[in-house]
Every structure is written in structure tokens, then in C-alpha cells.
């Protein structure tokens, strides 16, 4: 994994966005669901508006984890579209106003449009960028998407350890030697220079156990390492909590000896 080559490329692409949709594969195992938990709860604390779809059932395993609740199982059609010929209505202007609680949207045209004229439908969500995660090719893609043209047109980026992979997006991170996508998501987070949160880093610590059996198979040097990286980030924390009991035992004993 030629790491040292994208990860500025990655790094641009999601500084750049700010609704970001993160894509579990449906046949992702534990390892996947976690590292796009990871993922959303990253983005979030960058300041971003991440969405998160995965379009199976959670697994058993981990469905009971603290943030399951962000998962959906498909983008959804939420966006109402209000459709007319524009050419032979000629709008001026564009308003709006609540009235007793009643959305009221005003066109103001030269000519007057028929109710007969209009048709009403309902579109998927914007992004300005989606990021795949176990995703081998674009015929994985299901429902979710409203054809090919909702991903052609968008930045994307392709992160998957399966030798399979078919390169599909614009920006690909693919390594067929990592045990895991929570492996490839540590080792790229070290690179961002941003530390992850306690929270970030349980998820792929766990992320990692999943996919190796608890270390004992499909595991390298780089499995170990992305291990190491998680490891120091949550005993750091556990010292940081020691430290701030300490200091408030030390103020419970100041405050009795300065009352005795």
C-alpha cells in the first residue's frame, strides 16, 4: 500500500468536502461496519456532515454498540423536486413563507402555471464526496444509489483490502496484504497527524480482533503496528483519566487540611 503517495491526496479530498456519505459494502463482515463507525465519528468531529450507509442487517456481534444508532440501511429519497417547463412559464422569482404552519413556495412568472403542469418527485441526497469501504466494484452498489450517474459525478475515494477490487473510484487506497479495513483506516489515520478520540480507536482496536481472530490469523508486522498506534492513544487516555483523579483526590485533601 503506496501510503506515502495518497494519503495527501486523501487528506485534500476530505478537507475539501463537507457532506461526506461513508458506504459500507453489504457483505462487509464486523471489521467493515466498524471502520465506517469509525469513519463517520471522525468526520463528525472534523466539522463535517457525514452520512453512513450500510445496506444489510448489523452484525450480531456489534449491534449493540454505542453509536449503531447513526447506521442507515439506505440513503432515501428526501428531497422533494417540484418539476415544470421552464421555457414556457418564464419565472421571474422564487419565494417562500410559513403561514399557520403551512410551507407556502411562491413562483412568479410572466405566465400563469397550470396545477396540470407541475409534477412532484422525490431525489436521493447530495454529497460532495462518498467514501466506499469494502466495495470491490460498482456493480456491488444496490438500491442505495440512483444509478451510475449519482457516483461518476462525485470525488470518491475506495478503500478495501480484497485483491478484487476493481480500482473503481477516483481516489483508490487497496491493499490486498492489510488483514482489515480498520488496519488500512489506522495506518492512514497515523499519516493524517490528527489524534483519534478514545472512542475512534476502541472501534478499530475492536475492528482489528474481528478480522484476525483476536491476532492469531491474517495478521503482519503492519497489523501489529496499527495495533501499537491504537494502543498508545487509549492507554494515553487511561493516563490522562489517572491524572485528573489524582488532582481531585489532591484537592479533596487540600480542602481537609486547610478545614481541620
Same mark, same amino acid.
Request: proline share 3%; charged share 25%; net charge negative.
Given at each position: ?129 462518498? *467514501? ?6 460498482? /456493480?456491488?452498489?444496490? =438500491? +442505495?444509489? %440512483? ?5 461518476? #459525478? &462525485? ?77 498508545? *492513544? ?6 490522562? /483519566?489517572?491524572?485528573? =483523579? +489524582?488532582? %481531585? ?5 487540600? #480542602? &481537609?487540611?486547610?478545614?481541620?
Amino acid at each position: 500500500m503506496q501510503i506515502n503517495l495518497s494519503y495527501l491526496q486523501i487528506k485534500s479530498l476530505i478537507e475539501e468536502a463537507e457532506k461526506i456519505l461513508v458506504y459500507v459494502s453489504r457483505d462487509a463482515s464486523a471489521d467493515g461496519v466498524l471502520a465506517g463507525l469509525t469513519l463517520h465519528t471522525y468526520l463528525a468531529g472534523l466539522g463535517k456532515k457525514p452520512a453512513l450507509v450500510y445496506p444489510a442487517e448489523i452484525p450480531s456481534e456489534i449491534k449493540d454498540l454505542s453509536g449503531v444508532q447513526a447506521i442507515e440501511k439506505s440513503l432515501g429519497a428526501k428531497n422533494l423536486v417540484i418539476s415544470f417547463d421552464y421555457t414556457k412559464t418564464e419565472v421571474e422569482k422564487v419565494n417562500y413563507k410559513v403561514d399557520k404552519g403551512k410551507f407556502n413556495l411562491i413562483l412568479q412568472s410572466k405566465k400563469p402555471i397550470a396545477p396540470s403542469e407541475l409534477s412532484f418527485s422525490y431525489t436521493g441526497r447530495d454529497f460532495d464526496l462518498i *467514501i466506499f469501504l469494502g466495495v470491490t466494484d460498482l /456493480e456491488k452498489l444496490n =438500491e +442505495s444509489f %440512483e444509478g451510475e450517474d449519482f457516483y461518476l #459525478s &462525485k470525488p470518491s475515494l475506495n478503500i478495501d483490502n480484497k485483491v478484487t477490487n476493481s480500482f473503481f473510484a477516483k481516489v483508490n487506497l487497496v491493499d490486498p496484504k492489510a488483514s482489515s479495513i480498520s488496519e488500512i483506516l489506522a495506518t492512514l489515520f497515523e499519516k493524517f497527524g490528527r489524534p483519534l478520540a478514545k472512542k475512534e480507536a476502541e472501534l478499530l482496536v475492536l475492528g482489528l480482533k474481528y478480522a484476525t481472530n483476536n491476532f492469531t490469523i491474517a495478521t503482519s508486522s503492519a497489523t501489529f503496528r496499527a495495533a501499537s498506534y491504537l494502543t498508545k *492513544i487509549l492507554e494515553k487516555d487511561k493516563g490522562v /483519566e489517572s491524572m485528573q =483523579e +489524582s488532582i %481531585e483526590v489532591s484537592k479533596e485533601q487540600i #480542602s &481537609k487540611e486547610n478545614f481541620a
